[in-house]
């Protein structure tokens, strides 16, 4: 998993135009992309049959050039119009994510050079994997190896519960709090066996399986007669496997609990599915599930945020502490094609998000790619 030397020095190259100021900020931004963007791509023409799969960058490059083009046309950004002082968990879980991409999701309309595959994908496992869909089918299908995404008591418990709403299809029923300015609809809500309610959000990760290793390995470890060993060993991972649960999902998740008056709701839960690929296709392979509950801690985290995103609504301009931002969190944001603190040039962030603050900077084009122009990147 890695840039061709081409590919590498002209990514380096297009950041700087960017105005990528930090040579460890484009190396870690660069190398959290590929796993973003980069992909397998099977290659028939292959001389050795053990690597006719090959890693490619060009989705990385070509996400680049993208973001070149948009910020180079700011003028041609369609912009949206602010909604007065009313808002959603997801506006609220995307300020306590970054305020930032809080304004540019309010300012701008998607570009294609928005389009992140992994937020598609898991737009698509909600409609497909989701808990909505397993709800009278979690014994479907019997195979050890899939049933492992089931193995989570708080899951069971959901399962063993009246579910009463779902957020999800085409026209979801939107709960609204006048007094707050609050409207939403939660994937779900259920009552439990005690007669109380509950909310649920739930979250698709993408993450390798180390139960799920490539034919090519079985093979050679069937061969060498320590298959049954090795995949005692991949369960032992899979049983380790940590969560970690970001603070802006779990404010998500308050943001209901605190607002929606139609239910009586006395906790929440925040599932994490871990998913990988199987033969193309897409499946859960663990659960992650954190309660949260009406606290004094979940009420200051609530009110901290809440109280920071009013103010930022009402005078349309914030502090930006530059010395926070982690090159990951942005390669792998959606709204990074737009944002200029990523490159830590500016100490401000603004509602709307101004479209004349995006712009190019100059950077001398790599001589190690000036005799060869005419060639593939």
Same mark, same amino acid.
């Given at each position: 998993?890695?840039?061709?030397?081409?590919?590498?020095?002209?990514?380096?190259?297009?950041?700087?135009?960017?105005?990528?100021?930090?040579?460890?900020?484009?190396?870690?931004?660069?190398?959290?992309?590929?796993?973003?963007?980069?992909?397998?791509?099977?290659?028939?023409?292959?001389?050795?049959?053990?690597?006719?799969?090959?890693?490619?960058?060009?989705?990385?490059?070509?996400?680049?050039?993208?973001?070149?083009?948009?910020?180079?046309?700011?003028?041609?950004?369609?912009?949206?119009?602010?909604?007065?002082?009313?808002?959603?968990?997801?506006?609220?879980?995307?300020?306590?994510?970054?305020?930032?991409?809080?304004?540019?999701?309010?300012?701008?309309?998607?570009?294609?050079?928005?389009?992140?595959?992994?937020?598609?994908?898991?737009?698509?496992?909600?409609?497909?994997?989701?808990?909505?869909?397993?709800?009278?089918?979690?014994?479907?299908?019997?195979?050890? !190896?899939?049933?492992?995404?089931?193995?989570?008591?708080?899951?069971?418990?959901?399962?063993?519960?009246?579910?009463?709403?779902?957020?999800?299809?085409?026209?979801?029923?939107?709960?609204?709090? =006048?007094?707050?300015?609050?409207?939403?609809?939660?994937?779900?809500?259920?009552?439990?066996?005690?007669?109380?309610?509950?909310?649920?959000?739930?979250? !698709?990760?993408?993450?390798?399986?180390?139960?799920?290793?490539?034919?090519?390995?079985?093979?050679?470890?069937?061969?060498?007669?320590?298959? =049954?060993?090795?995949?005692?060993?991949?369960?032992?991972?899979?049983?380790?496997?940590?969560?970690?649960?970001?603070?802006?999902?779990?404010?998500?998740?308050?943001?209901?609990?605190?607002?929606?008056?139609?239910?009586?709701?006395?906790?929440?839960?925040?599932?994490?599915?871990?998913?990988?690929?199987?033969?193309?296709?897409?499946?859960?392979?663990?659960?992650?599930?954190?309660?949260?509950?009406?606290?004094?801690?979940?009420?200051?985290?609530?009110?901290?945020?809440?109280?920071?995103?009013?103010?930022?609504?009402?005078?349309?301009?914030?502090?930006?502490?530059?010395?926070?931002?982690?090159?990951?969190?942005?390669?792998?944001?959606?709204?990074?094609?737009?944002?200029?603190?990523?490159?830590?040039?500016?100490?401000?962030?603004?509602?709307?998000?101004?479209?004349?603050?995006?712009?190019?900077?100059?950077?001398?084009?790599?001589?190690?790619?000036?005799?060869?122009?005419?060639?593939?990147?």
């Amino acid at each position: 998993m890695k840039y061709t030397p081409r590919q590498l020095s002209f990514a380096q190259y297009l950041l700087r135009r960017i105005g990528f100021l930090r040579q460890k900020d484009i190396d870690v931004y660069l190398q959290h992309l590929l796993k973003v963007k980069g992909r397998y791509h099977f290659n028939p023409k292959a001389k050795n049959a053990f690597k006719s799969w090959q890693y490619s960058a060009k989705a990385c490059i070509d996400a680049l050039m993208a973001e070149i083009k948009l910020k180079g046309s700011p003028t041609e950004i369609k912009t949206r119009k602010l909604n007065g002082k009313n808002w959603t968990a997801t506006s609220l879980s995307r300020y306590a994510f970054c305020s930032a991409a809080f304004s540019i999701g309010h300012s701008f309309e998607p570009a294609a050079a928005t389009s992140n595959e992994w937020i598609e994908i898991g737009e698509c496992l909600h409609q497909s994997l989701r808990l909505g869909v397993r709800y009278n089918q979690r014994n479907a299908d019997p195979d050890p !190896f899939y049933q492992r995404g089931w193995q989570n008591p708080a899951i069971t418990k959901m399962l063993r519960s009246k579910l009463v709403h779902v957020g999800h299809g085409e026209k979801p029923q939107l709960f609204q709090n =006048e007094e707050t300015g609050f409207s939403g609809s939660p994937d779900y809500i259920f009552q439990d066996r005690d007669g109380a309610y509950f909310v649920v959000e739930e979250k !698709f990760i993408r993450q390798d399986d180390p139960m799920n290793p490539t034919a090519l390995k079985l093979m050679r470890e069937e061969l060498a007669g320590t298959l =049954e060993a090795k995949n005692q060993d991949r369960y032992q991972v899979w049983e380790k496997l940590p969560f970690y649960f970001f603070e802006s999902h779990i404010i998500q998740v308050l943001a209901y609990l605190y607002n929606l008056i139609e239910y009586p709701l006395s906790y929440g839960y925040l599932v994490y599915w871990l998913y990988d690929f199987k033969d193309g296709e897409p499946y859960v392979f663990k659960a992650g599930v954190k309660k949260i509950k009406l606290d004094e801690k979940s009420s200051d985290l609530y009110q901290q945020y809440k109280l920071k995103m009013g103010k930022f609504m009402q005078k349309g301009v914030e502090a930006f502490d530059a010395a926070l931002i982690n090159p990951k969190k942005c390669a792998a944001c959606s709204f990074s094609p737009f944002c200029m603190q990523k490159t830590r040039r500016l100490d401000h962030v603004w509602l709307p998000y101004p479209s004349d603050a995006l712009r190019l900077f100059p950077s001398e084009f790599p001589d190690a790619l000036r005799p060869n122009l005419g060639h593939q990147i």
